[in-house]
Antibody, heavy 121, light 108 residues
Framework: EVQVEESGGGLVQPGGSLRLSCSAS????????FHWVRQAPGKGLEFVSA????????YYADSVKGRFTISRDNSRNTLYLQMSSLRAEDTAVYYC??????????????WGQGNLVTVSS | EIVMTQSPVTLSVSPGERATLSCRAS??????LAWYRQKAGQAPRLLIY???TRATGVPARFSGGGSGTEFTLTISSLQSEDFAVYYC??????????FGQGTKLEIK
């Protein structure tokens, strides 16, 4: 069974940095693209970032471009999201999501339980 | 950016009855459309992709339809676990892919 689990969230001050991690089991990690999707309190879902299976190509929402960096370590079966210059509007539950598979990231197949990031002074 | 619009915002249906949810794209997304269900306090779950294909383990009471700009998700006989929020998502010519604002399916 595929399991995805995020860690590293918490409270951070505006302008601060935080790194989210995501571990996945029950699959050959290196074969799949992964995504980060967020959900602000009481709001809908928003694409944040995605990375292809070998990690060569990365994609970002305009709202986080230049501030967030997605990366992966296939030897550790781990995905990362380095977040810097954080703003109040980045406050959200961040989901790590496995892609369904294929040459290009597309469908969000298995979701982690989510990790809350709160940006506040 | 492609805008996804779901309707209605809230749908009230009795258990055992049929529910039909709609999703419209601001431009054609072909059949690059997925549906997700999010129960209260939980992560979303993939239901449908490719507009019509049920994901692994999804019950047959869920069916998807449409192409281009108009899509539907039909739940043939509502069970208690189906009362939740549903999101559509396109994955055509992205980034970014975008989600609809959600339809809340509530018990009548």
């Amino acid at each position: 069974e595929v399991q995805v689990e995020e860690s590293g969230g918490g409270l951070v001050q505006p302008g601060g940095s935080l790194r989210l991690s995501c571990s996945a089991s029950g699959l050959t990690f290196s074969n799949y693209a992964f995504h980060w999707v967020r959900q602000a309190p009481g709001k809908g879902l928003e694409f944040v970032s995605a990375i292809t299976s070998p990690g060569i190509s990365t994609y970002y929402a305009d709202s986080v471009k230049g501030r967030f960096t997605i990366s992966r370590d296939n030897s550790r079966n781990t995905l990362y999201l380095q977040m810097s210059s954080l703003r109040a509007e980045d406050t959200a539950v961040y989901y790590c999501v496995k892609d369904i598979g294929g040459p290009f990231p597309s469908v969000l197949d298995h979701w982690g339980q989510g990790n809350l990031v709160t940006v506040s002074s | 950016e492609i805008v996804m619009t779901q309707s209605p915002v809230t749908l009230s249906v009795s258990p055992g009855e049929r529910a039909t949810l709609s999703c419209r794209a601001s431009q054609s997304v072909s059949t690059n459309l997925a549906w997700y269900r999010q129960k209260a306090g939980q992560a979303p779950r993939l239901l449908i992709y490719g507009a019509v294909t049920r994901a692994t383990g999804v019950p047959a009471r869920f069916s998807g339809g449409g192409s281009g700009t108009e899509f539907t998700l039909t739940i043939s006989s509502l069970q208690s676990e189906d009362f939740a929020v549903y999101y559509c998502q396109h994955y055509n010519n992205w980034p970014p892919y975008t989600f609809g604002q959600g339809t809340k399916l509530e018990i009548k």
